[in-house]
Antibody, heavy 122, light 106 residues
Framework: EVQLVQSGAEVRKAGESLKISCKGSEYSFSNYWIGWVRQMPGKGLELMGTVYPGDSEIRYSPSFQGQITISCDKSISTAYLQWSSLTASDTALYYC???????????????WGQGTPVVVSS | STELSQPLSVSVALGQTAKITCEENKIGLKSVHWYQQKPGQAPVLVIHRDSNRPSGIPDRISGSNSGNTATLTITRVQAGDEADYYCKYWDSGTVVFGGGTKLTVL
């Protein structure tokens, strides 16, 4: 089955670091952009940034530049989202998504991970 | 950040037609995508590039985009259509989402 499988729920304290993962399966992981989407409690969706596993090109949305690090390892079909110092405002549900058709922009997100809940206590 | 304008909620009777709008100046010049998010689940792409349905999405769901309004239309609404719906477009390489519309089936 074509899918994105994310790492499990995390609970951290403010100031701690965190790295969550997203593993793609049953498709050519290297050829599709992967994005990370934040959904804060009871709120809408925000794209944080994207990565192209084929060459590890990374693009950050302006609101998240400098706040997060996106990376990937195509050899294990896995993308990552990490924080060096969490704050309580990072408490949210984080989804990885696949951009349709291998395009970098202008397309829908046609595959979603199950979401990774992150809770940060202050 | 910029956010597309969607009604907070839309209510529709079972079997009737629901229309969910997404408004912004000249949105008709953009390519709009729509997502359905049921409670406790990840969103699902239901309309791609204004009016295209991904595989597996029923033809009761359709999209249009013109002028200042993009519209998601669901005909013969079922209880299972109750969800939050989000519109989205790309602008200068980044994404703009609508705030979401909660569809309630009466």
């Amino acid at each position: 089955e074509v899918q994105l499988v994310q790492s499990g729920a995390e609970v951290r304290k403010a100031g701690e670091s965190l790295k969550i993962s997203c593993k793609g399966s049953e498709y050519s992981f290297s050829n599709y952009w992967i994005g990370w989407v934040r959904q804060m409690p009871g709120k809408g969706l925000e794209l944080m940034g994207t990565v192209y596993p084929g060459d590890s090109e990374i693009r950050y949305s302006p609101s998240f530049q400098g706040q997060i690090t996106i990376s990937c390892d195509k050899s294990i079909s896995t993308a990552y989202l990490q924080w060096s110092s969490l704050t309580a405002s990072d408490t949210a549900l984080y989804y990885c998504v696949r951009l349709k058709g291998g395009s970098a922009t202008g397309v829908g997100f046609d595959l979603w991970g199950q979401g990774t809940p992150v809770v940060v206590s202050s | 950040s910029t956010e597309l304008s969607q009604p907070l909620s839309v209510s529709v009777a079972l079997g009737q037609t629901a229309k969910i709008t997404c408004e912004e100046n000249k949105i008709g010049l953009k390519s709009v995508h729509w997502y359905q998010q049921k409670p406790g689940q990840a969103p699902v792409l239901v309309i791609h590039r204004d009016s295209n349905r991904p595989s597996g999405i029923p033809d009761r769901i359709s999209g249009s985009n013109s002028g200042n309004t993009a519209t998601l239309t669901i005909t013969r609404v079922q209880a299972g259509d109750e969800a939050d719906y989000y519109c989205k477009y790309w602008d200068s390489g980044t994404v703009v989402f609508g705030g979401g519309t909660k569809l309630t089936v009466l």
